[in-house]
């Protein structure tokens, strides 16, 4: 009598554990239509990071921290996010206090 009410519910635990195998080992998912793109994640320290998306064309630098996602500059796609102009050498000597 036991075994009768047991068995029903044991295979259906058993068919719940086996689909959601299948489902983590062949990675089945929801379909996504891609129309937010990661391009690239750097890492700034332990706790910081910047994350270059892709939105309708857009490209979008993102600040990641501890106070959560900061907006920090974007341009079209086909260009680059911004290009800092280098630091003279001499420059850069001034602002550590060394000698140019």
């Known amino acids: 009598m036991l075994v009768e009410a047991v068995l029903p519910i044991f295979v259906v635990f058993v068919l719940l554990g086996g689909s959601l195998y299948l489902l983590r ?58 290009q800092v102009p280098a630091i003279p050498q001499q420059a850069a000597a001034a602002t550590r206090g060394g000698p140019p």
């Open 25 to 82: 080992r062949y990675g089945i998912t929801a379909a996504h239509k891609g129309e937010i793109q990661v391009v690239d994640r750097v890492s700034v320290d332990a706790k910081n990071s910047l994350i270059l998306i892709e939105v309708d064309g857009r490209r979008v630098l993102l600040g990641s921290g501890s106070g959560g996602l900061t907006n920090l500059d974007h341009s079209p796609s086909t260009g680059i996010v911004r």
